[in-house]
Structures are given as C-alpha cells and as structure tokens.
C-alpha cells in the first residue's frame, strides 16, 4: 500500500509548518546539487516564523545562503570583537525578547580565512548548545563534519543528540546520508528530499520513517512531474508525505541588524 500524498502549495506548506515545527525539533534538507537545497532552506526560515535563527556557512561565502538578507557576523575577524558581539548584543537582545537572525561566518578567501571561520563555527555551535532556544541551519553539513576539512562533526552532534531539551532546532543541508554523521538522519522529525535516484537517500528514509523502499522510492520519483519540488516527510508513518514547491527565488524578509 502506498503512503497517502497531500499536495500544497508552498503558502499552506509554510502555514502547516509554522504550526507543527516545534522547538527542539530537527530537520534535514536532502537532494544531490544544483536540486535547490539551499533555496528551499532560505524560504523555510524566512517564512517560518523562528524568533533567533542563525545559518552556518561552512562554505565561507554562499551566495544563495546570502539570499537571506540577514546580515553576517562577524564582520571584523578580530576574536574580542567577536566576544563582545555575543555578549553585548546577542545575549541582550534574547534577555528582551527582540528577535535576532544572521549568517555565521566570514567571507573565505585564503587558508588563514578558513581557519578563522572554522573557529567562529565552532565557538557558535558552543555558544548555541549553552544558550539554546535558537533555530540553526547548517548549509553544506557535510563540509562542517567531515573530519578532513572543518571537523566540527561531534559538536552538531550534541546538538541534535543532547539539545532538544533546551529547545535547540538543527536543519542540515546535505548531498547524501552516507556522507554526515548519522545522527544527521536518525535524530530528525522532519527530512525534505527532492529529486534523486541515490539508493542510499531511499534507504535510509524507509529506515527511518517505517515505510518500504518501493513506497520512498516512488514518491520520490513523483517529483520528475514538476521541477524543483520537494518531499517532506514527518518521523510518522502515520502522518501522509507532503509535496510542495518553494518559489524560485526566495521571499525577501524584514532586516534585523
């Protein structure tokens, strides 16, 4: 029997997920590239209505990942300015309520930049596993945790292993599950895949959401009918697969600086 598929448009995709995301609650966004992960990252915490949201760039200058019109901290890759950053206005900006939103990491250019950005993500997944209550979304997670570039794959996860109870939601964007932490998948209430013939994405979604691979398999492949629409599929098997469509160019939000 093949699960049942509720197509949405993406007003109501967005509406049915400001409702059902809870706090604490990770998800995954998982397509091969150039499929539009990042588009569809950008226009889910835009639109979702999350009240302190940071995005990691491993990649140290995403210009789709930019898109966001959030601004990027930190602007002066000087450590004490970096603190005082966090103390003086995060951390006061939490303590009363107002919303906070950025883009973590520095524009990359040479080897030094990319170990200044390497730190600044690590001391950030430090400051957000301490703190909790952010929103987090890690563009390219496979570049953060590989142990060859930026390493910092047992720090995401404590995030999605230890942290749900302090309300800390992770989104990682990803090519395939084979190539991040397991965790990455196994700790999600929510995975987004879009079009792909990897055996492994299918494996591990029947895996994990308690349905057979010819079902996963096939709702995947429904996807061929519309360019750039996506899957979502709750840690339910009871609950139906959702479709849906992001515009192709992201909704430009408020700027908070």
């Not at 590239?33 to 209505?49: A, D, F, I, P, W």
């Not at 492994?200 to 492949?221: N, Q």
Request: proline share 7%; hydrophobic share 40%; aromatic share 8%.
């Amino acid at each position: 029997m093949f699960p049942r598929i509720e197509a949405l448009d993406f007003d109501a995709f967005i509406k049915h997920m400001a409702s059902e995301w809870e706090p604490g609650q990770h998800g995954a966004i998982i397509a091969p590239t150039h499929q539009g992960k990042t588009t569809m990252l950008v226009s889910l915490l835009n639109e979702c209505g999350r009240k302190w949201e940071l995005a990691l760039d491993p990649k140290g200058g995403d210009s789709t990942l930019a898109s966001l019109g959030w601004p990027r901290i930190p602007t002066v890759p000087r450590p004490k300015e970096w603190w005082k950053f966090w103390e003086r206005d995060v951390y006061d900006r939490m303590a009363e309520g107002e919303p906070f939103r950025a883009i973590v990491g520095p524009i990359s250019h040479t080897t030094s930049d990319e170990r200044r950005l390497q730190r600044y993500l690590r001391d950030t997944l430090e400051e957000v596993y301490n703190y909790g209550g952010w929103t987090v979304a890690v563009d390219e997670f496979q570049i953060l945790a590989d142990p060859r570039l930026m390493g910092l794959g047992k720090e995401a996860e404590r995030l999605l292993i230890a942290a749900r109870d302090k309300g800390v939601s992770l989104v990682t964007l990803f090519q395939a599950p084979r190539w991040v932490p397991r965790a990455a998948t196994d700790q999600c209430e929510w995975i987004c895949v879009g079009l792909t013939r990897d055996k492994d994405v299918v494996e591990r979604l029947s895996e994990i959401l308690g349905r057979s691979r010819a079902e996963i398999a096939g709702a995947i492949e429904g996807l061929a009918s519309r360019e750039y629409s996506w899957l979502m599929a709750r840690n339910n098997p009871r609950e139906p697969l959702i479709v849906t469509r992001p515009p192709r160019v992201a909704r430009q939000p408020v700027r908070h600086t």
